[in-house]
């Protein structure tokens, strides 16, 4: 019997991934860029254990059914597949979510699950590589192999498709608020919303090409540590992503009445001196970036529409870490 435990952060993008040239695979159509937080980990255990019949899934103390585990199962045989590895898999993941968040988990979630897997199998996987069958699970648990800025590239095949770190260490002022507008599932997945953007959007090939400019041009806000910079990048682009749902055919949104009142107060905010910056994701709700000494100011004004526990302030986090 062999097991490993590892823990992962979540990972907002400022760069956004929308649409997969490969869904096998899950390689991207570009390449996108995120911020790891620090409040929102998934922390999973691995047993390869010769004495169990099947393999076993665990997710916050239920068992997962098989049809809710295809991805996990897949991960699994491939680790098995790399590593030589023939026992079954016991593997028990916790999410430390704030309670009904709403949050998506599948970033930390795989994240965790390809450092635990691969460790318990014996594998020895360099942080490329472990980015690299993070993102078999799921794209955006590609970068949370890193702490702070992590850029995923999104190469052209399996072994060129991997997160790189950006700026593991962010000893500058810059922080994301999350406004829980509700914690219902959404309608429609990430991945079904973004495959059908890119067959259906008549601007995908221009989101494309902008997504590569902001791409450049926040790795330059970043690298010289300009706050403002970088909150305005990712809000046009999360907002070009945005506009793909809506010009798909069927249309659809993750904007419910609820994101546009935050995002009108975030723009209030702003006019009266605050500078603060909202981004969006598969799902309702909003995420401010800001500086952690502003926050105080814009959660008093949210405070008005949102109770305390809907309102929770991240710091830049850090990458894999291994509990055993
Ligand atoms: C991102 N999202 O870059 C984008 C922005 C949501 C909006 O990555 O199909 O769960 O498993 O690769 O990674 C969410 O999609 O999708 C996501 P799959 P994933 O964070």
């Known amino acids: 019997m062999t097991q490993a435990t590892a823990r992962a952060h979540t990972n907002i993008a400022l760069i956004k991934y929308w649409g997969k040239q490969d869904e096998q695979l899950k390689l991207p159509q570009n390449n996108s860029l995120s911020l790891t937080l ?16 099947t393999d076993d899934f665990q997710l916050d103390g239920q068992k997962l059914a098989p049809q809710n585990a295809i991805k996990i199962q897949q991960l699994i045989d491939h680790v098995r597949q790399l590593s030589g590895q023939t026992a079954h898999a016991q593997v028990i993941s916790t999410n430390h979510v704030p309670t009904s968040a709403g949050l998506a988990s599948s970033a930390s979630g795989f994240a965790a699950l390809a450092a635990a897997a691969s460790k318990a199998a014996g594998l020895d996987l360099t942080q490329r590589d472990l980015s690299r069958l993070a993102r078999r699970g799921s794209g955006s648990a590609s970068r949370s192999i890193f702490g702070g800025f992590a850029e995923w590239q999104k190469g052209d095949s399996d072994e060129t498709s991997y997160a790189v770190p950006i700026q593991e260490t962010v000893d500058w002022e810059i922080a994301m608020l999350t406004v829980v507008v509700t914690a219902k599932e959404k309608k429609i997945s990430s991945s079904v919303g973004m495959k059908r953007s890119v067959l259906t959007s008549p601007y995908y090939s221009a989101w494309v090409a902008n997504a590569t400019q902001d791409l450049t041009q926040i790795k330059q806000a970043i690298a010289s540590q300009n706050f403002e910079q970088v909150g305005q990048i990712s809000e046009r682009n999360a907002m070009r992503m945005h506009a793909l749902t809506l010009s798909s055919d069927p249309s659809f949104t993750y904007f419910n009445a609820d994101s546009l009142k ?3 107060a975030v723009n209030q905010l702003r006019d009266a001196g605050i500078p603060c910056y909202y981004t969006m994701d598969a799902g309702p709700n909003v995420k401010i970036i800001c500086r952690p000494t502003d926050a105080p100011k814009i959660t008093a004004v949210l405070s008005a529409d949102f109770a305390p526990d809907q309102l929770i302030l991240a710091q830049p986090g850090p990458g894999i870490s291994y509990l055993d």
């Open 262 to 264: 935050v995002m009108q």
């Open 38 to 53: 620090d409040h929102f980990y998934t922390d999973t255990t691995v047993i390869f254990d010769s004495s169990i019949a």
